[in-house]
């Protein structure tokens, strides 16, 4: 048999005529992407080598011209491509010769390798660098990717931390650290004698009993007052070095912003990938079925627990997307009357949520107070309840948050929502009920210091009782984020370990209900974004505290590691890696833009104590800014009034507003242009369908004239097309059809 | 480097190097990987290229492999007689495009070859059935499977012939947010 006959070739070399489907170019152009000679199995065995032969036939020549066109386009690295190993070397091998390049080319592309093989051990090496490395593989093996999210967040979070913390080291304590040893000059913030420059510290003097010292550990007050820990001992104003004055005021503040806005733009870049692929298409559709069954299964486990455990995890995630769809039928058939009883419902339930909300926020703010005013008067009863009192905020914040998200769990089965929904609702809740509490926190705090029994305050603030405001707002974050981690080590010593215990050792009904303890992601991930909330409010007030914050988040994961694996069954509600990207990313920007909003009011409104801290010469913090401006060249100071004037401010809005309506008006085109060419292709699929139904019964006509009269019969039912059969076995009936008769009426 | 090795020559491993996402010491760690396989078949020296095949069998009980729902799968669409015994270019050409460095269009091409059961170029329901079944150990009831396999062939056909081309295939696993692992 020719098999050669089979493709007819006009002048111009492309195969054209012979319409099944296997022999178009874009079926040939997958062909060569892919094995080209596939071992057949039984039932295709004859016609798979045929197309094989062929196929690599019409491969070689199609290799040919596209390998030329390869080596002017794209050098598409060899292991990229899908073909075997064996394949892959002789094709190198064919490129290798069929390049004659200069010594030059060959030179180039021996140092481009050279390159691409240092890199990959570049590559390999940073990796090992990576902290952790050893012990989130084994997370992620045991637990798979959802918790393994959960804790490169933490690793981020040092990371972010203790970049935090170098920064205001090197812009704020070196130079003060230096400075003497430097042998410079060095100007203190004037002492201007007035009332409200005295400052009286509650610093202990004279002897001091040792458990004292373990309980200004805790609290932040007593030998930890004035340290560089709190804002109260930076006093230095100008350093005189030999070539440069250093104004650390101006130092202090501007690293301050530089933090933030680092942290920012270091959490856009980090979310701007998982960002882009959720603003392309709907994200409902993909926390689908199709993703589920080709990508839901991770490849890397092997255990068999964790595969016995995602598999089930998989299984409910199913079942659960069919319950969904049949609650969202449900809901699509829901009578007038239903309806209207659900938002009533709904709309109770929200106003009891806004209820227990304001009550909690109230109990803080009680709490704040009391704490305050216990700690003014001074008396000094029995220091465990010094203690207490001082960490009376903590407390409250710390017990509101525990209830609230049960309480929010239980309110929101009422309510009737899809279940994807309810998840995302109760987070919502929770999240806010969070943030919002440090800020209530720090609303309370302020309250206090700028009430003075005279109704206004002479300095600005309550001269009397906060002579140094800003240290005691350092102290409160210091001990919220001190309370956080004995909270956490807590927890998990006191409530977890038990917890195993009694299901492990005790097997009654309640018991075996409550269950082992699982590792809920969500909450683990809102206490974090809280400690780094508190700790982006309080760096301004406490330039230590991302070192802390720092050693907290390193105890933090051995803690959460240990407890994973000895106390924690994965969760049953699989937590999915690629969305809680997303959902980390989003809830600390949340919590970063919570965290700007009281730092920038102190910095700019409040004004600044005028007995200790590096702004004392400034009636607020941020006027160290226009001072320094206003002491720079003529030149500069005009650009910089210029663009802090408000025509600038109203015109870089109005163009920023063009640029974002501009781009989302080309998101949307671009998706209308998808969807058009989504339905484009369904059409051409149907035409090629049609195509061929004509063809196959146009073919079998001349058939009946053929010599092969045999094959007629079978052409006639072959011809009506079922395309649900493989096309291969068409294609064989039209190896035999179009043999023999090579200028038949078929050819076009 | 270190020590001179005896396995393969310089010009195989520079060969691999090129042809896979391995370094060379991961190929000579994979070359140690497929001798523990079958010591008796598998020689230590391989300058001369010997044509040997591990048996499928003893494949899919490496321990990455082991708990894996489509070993079989794998290891036969890597396999050049389609029967999944292994030469040693085969092995290390599997988990080439099985680690983390390949890239995605690569993955999804031998993707599409894995969940292709009867090997037929599409994806059809009984692919998809069968994909299913593996994955949840046969737990969905029939009528469940049926909905599932019906709403994940509507969600990604996209010419409409109730299967899935490569074409339709890629498509939608380009968007598919699980895909890499």
Redesign the interface.
């Known amino acids: 048999m020719d098999v050669d006959a089979v493709f007819y070739t006009d002048h111009s070399g492309k195969v054209t005529s012979n319409p099944l489907l296997d022999q178009l170019p874009s079926y040939q152009s997958l062909l060569y992407r892919r094995k080209s000679s596939n071992g057949g199995t039984k039932r295709r065995a004859s016609s798979r080598s045929q197309l094989g032969s062929s196929g690599s036939m019409k491969l070689s020549t199609v290799n040919r011209q596209d390998e030329r066109q390869k080596g002017q386009t794209l050098q598409r690295p060899i292991r990229e491509l899908a073909k075997t190993i064996n394949e892959k070397r002789t094709y190198k091998k064919q490129l290798d010769e069929a390049c004659e390049l200069s010594s030059w080319g060959q030179w180039r592309q021996n140092t481009r390798r050279c390159l691409r093989r240092m890199k990959d051990e570049a590559r390999g090496f940073l990796n090992s660098l990576k902290l952790w490395r050893g012990d989130i593989h084994l997370i992620e093996g045991m637990f798979g990717p959802g918790i393994l999210s959960y804790f490169s967040f933490l690793r981020f979070l040092v990371m972010l931390n203790l970049v935090i913390f170098l920064i205001m080291f090197s812009f704020v304590m070196l130079p003060i650290i230096i400075a003497p040893h430097a042998s410079v000059n060095i100007t203190y913030s004037q002492n201007n004698g007035n009332v409200c420059s005295v400052y009286t510290s509650s610093a202990r003097r004279g002897l001091v009993v040792f458990h004292e010292h373990f309980t200004d550990l805790l609290s932040g007050g007593g030998f930890l007052e004035e340290t560089y820990l709190f804002y109260g001992y930076y006093k230095v104003d100008k350093i005189y070095f030999p070539q440069v004055t250093y104004n650390l005021p101006l130092a202090y503040l501007l690293a301050t912003v530089a933090y933030l806005f680092l942290s920012l733009i270091w959490i856009v870049k980090r979310s701007a990938t998982g960002f882009k692929r959720n603003l392309i298409q709907d994200e409902d559709r993909f926390q689908s079925f199709c993703n589920k069954i080709f990508a839901g299964w991770d490849f890397c486990i092997t255990d068999k627990n964790a595969a016995r455990l995602k598999r089930s995890s998989l299984l409910y995630e199913l079942k659960t997307d069919l319950e969904e769809e049949r609650i969202k039928q449900k809901i699509a058939e829901r009578t007038r009357k239903e309806r209207c009883r659900i938002y009533l419902i709904r709309l109770i339930l929200n106003l009891f949520v806004i209820g227990v909300l304001a009550g909690c926020f109230y109990s803080i703010y009680l709490a704040t107070i009391y704490s305050q005013e216990a700690q003014m008067n001074d008396v000094k009863r029995n220091s465990h309840i010094d203690l207490i009192i001082e960490y009376l905020p903590s407390i409250v914040i710390t017990l509101a948050n525990f209830i609230t998200p049960l309480l929010f769990s239980i309110i929101i089965n009422y309510e009737d929502y899809s279940p994807a929904f309810e998840i995302r609702f109760t987070l919502m809740r929770c999240v806010f009920m969070r943030l919002t509490s440090i800020g209530v926190l720090l609303f309370s705090l302020w309250s206090q210091i700028t009430k003075c029994k005279e109704g206004t305050c002479i300095c600005g603030y309550n001269h009397l009782l906060y002579s140094c405001w800003e240290t005691r707002v350092g102290q409160e974050m210091y001990k919220l984020t001190v309370f956080d981690l004995i909270i956490i080590a807590a927890v998990t010593l006191f409530v977890e370990f038990p917890r195993k215990m009694i299901v492990k050792y005790c097997d009654f009904g309640l018991v075996r209900w409550w269950g082992q303890q699982e590792f809920a992601i969500p909450q683990n991930v809102l206490e974090i974004v809280y400690g780094q909330t508190i700790c982006w409010i309080g760096t301004f007030y406490c330039p230590m505290l991302p070192a802390i914050c720092t050693i907290k988040y390193f105890f933090i994961f051995y803690i959460k590691k240990v407890s994973l694996i000895k106390n924690c069954r994965p969760a049953t509600r699989p937590f999915r890696a690629s969305s809680s990207h997303f959902f980390f990313l989003g809830v600390l920007l949340i919590g970063l833009a919570l965290a700007c909003l009281p730092v920038t009011v102190s910095v700019a409104q409040i004004s600044s104590s005028q007995a200790c801290g590096p702004f004392v010469n400034y009636s607020t913090s941020w006027e160290v800014l226009p001072y320094t401006v206003a002491q720079l060249p003529n030149g500069v100071q005009t650009i910089l009034y210029a663009l802090s004037s408000e025509v600038f401010a109203v015109s870089f809005f109005v163009v920023t507003c063009l640029a974002m309506f501009y781009v989302i008006a080309l998101a949307g085109a671009h998706k209308r242009v998808i969807n058009q060419l989504r339905e484009q292709l369904a059409t051409e699929g149907r035409d090629k369908r049609f195509l061929i139904q004509k063809l196959c019964q146009a073919q079998g006509i001349p058939a009946v004239k053929s010599p092969l009269s045999k094959s007629q019969p079978l052409s006639r039912n072959r011809s009506s097309p079922s395309y649900h059969t493989s096309f291969s076995s068409n294609f064989s009936e039209g190896v035999f059809l179009a043999h023999s008769p090579p200028h038949s009426s078929t050819h076009v | 480097m270190g020590n001179k090795q005896t396995i393969f020559t310089d010009e195989q491993l520079d ?7 391995f ?1 060379r010491k991961e190929i000579l760690r994979l070359h140690g990987r497929y001798h523990e396989l079958a010591p008796h078949i598998v020689p230590m020296d391989y300058t001369n290229e010997p044509d040997c095949k591990v048996p499928l069998a003893l494949i899919v009980n490496m ?2 492999l ?5 070993r079989n799968r794998i290891v036969e669409s ?6 999944g015994n292994l030469s040693f ?2 092995f ?2 599997m988990f ?1 495009v ?1 680690s983390e460095m ?2 995605r ?2 993955k999804a ?3 599409f ?1 894995i ?1 292709d059961f ?5 994806l ?1 329901k009984e692919d ?1 059935e069968k ?2 079944n593996r ?3 046969e ?2 009831t029939p009528e ?1 499977v049926d ?2 396999c019906d ?2 062939i509507e ?2 056909d ?6 899935l081309s ?2 339709d ?1 890629e498509n ?2 380009s ?5 890499l ?1």
């Open positions: 060969a691999y190097q090129d042809c896979t996402f370094t321990p990455e082991k708990e894996n729902p489509f890597f396999s050049e007689d389609g029967l270019n085969e290390v050409d080439s099985l390949a890239p269009e690569l091409i031998y993707a070859k969940y009867n090997v037929d170029n599409y059809c998809l994909t299913l994955l949840t150990k737990d969905l469940e909905l599932v709403k994940a969600e990604a996209l010419d409409g012939d109730n299967k490569f074409a295939f939608m696993i968007r598919a947010p699980d895909f692992r």
